[in-house]
């Protein structure tokens, strides 16, 4: 079973809008992490918000908010409103366990493409 | 603070030649991973470092990938020999062990076997 499912391969907005990039995890591990990665074009990794599994309120970062329902395994990452450079790859990863330094496992990735 | 630096960007190789690739992590980053990416996919772990010593690599092929981080600092990947489906961009990443354990990606090496 896949440990990440992003079941929207692609995605539409235009600018100012907001957007719901949809994330689901699958983990018998009480203690997990939940991250949300930008690539653009360009290949690199970007970081953009971190979510806990025992984090209390939902996680924010300027324009990204990361809606965690825990009951539901889901960690949808919401992207108010958009900008053209927002136009990227965007990826879900989980990090299973309490240890910082354990690997991510990533989702197939939705990309995100952002009109004027 | 300087980022996590890759070397080559860029690299065309022909089946059965070896290639290698070079990662130098964030200053004081003890943990180190180098992750292969399929066209369309996500990024998939191939090794772990902490330090100098390998913490997870059981989804390295190991008949054809090695990789080491002698000095726990830099590290390189090689394919010898490359087959057609390595095919990939080869990302390295750091992490620190705090900041919630974040890993920083570097820029990534494209590759691409004819």
């Known amino acids: 079973a896949q440990k990440i499912t992003q079941t929207q391969p692609g995605m539409f907005v235009q600018e100012k809008e907001a957007v719901t990039l949809d994330c689901t995890y699958d983990?018998?591990?009480?203690?997990?992490?939940l991250f949300w990665y930008k690539q653009p074009s360009s290949g690199e990794m970007i970081f953009l918000i971190y979510?806990?599994?025992?984090?209390?309120q939902n996680a924010t970062e300027g324009r990204y908010s990361l809606n965690f329902q825990k009951a539901r395994k889901s960690a949808n990452l919401v992207i108010s409103a958009s900008q053209l450079g927002d136009s990227a790859m965007y990826f879900c990863?989980?990090?299973?366990?309490?240890?910082?330094?354990?690997?991510?496992?990533f989702g197939k990735g939705t990309t995100l493409s952002v009109s004027s | 603070e300087a980022g996590v630096a890759q070397s080559p960007r860029y690299k065309i190789i022909e089946k059965r030649q070896s290639v290698a690739f070079w990662c130098n992590p964030i200053s004081g980053h003890a943990t180190l991973y180098w992750y292969q990416q399929i066209l369309g996919q996500g990024p998939k772990l191939l090794i772990q470092?902490?330090?100098?010593?390998?913490?997870?690599d059981s989804q390295l092929p190991k008949d054809r990938f090695s990789a080491e981080r002698l000095k726990g600092v830099d590290s390189t990947l090689k394919i010898q020999p490359a087959k057609l489906e390595d095919s990939a961009v080869y990302l390295c990443?750091?992490?620190?062990?705090?900041?919630?354990?974040?890993?920083?990606f570097g820029p990534g090496t494209r590759l691409t076997v004819l």
């Open positions: 979510q806990g599994s025992y984090d209390q």
């Open positions: 983990t018998s591990d009480p203690s997990y992490g």
């Open positions: 470092f902490q330090n100098n010593g390998v913490v997870d």
């Open positions: 990863a989980m990090r299973e366990g309490s240890q910082a330094g354990t690997a991510l496992i």
């Open positions: 990443a750091s992490t620190q062990g705090q900041d919630w354990g974040t890993q920083y």
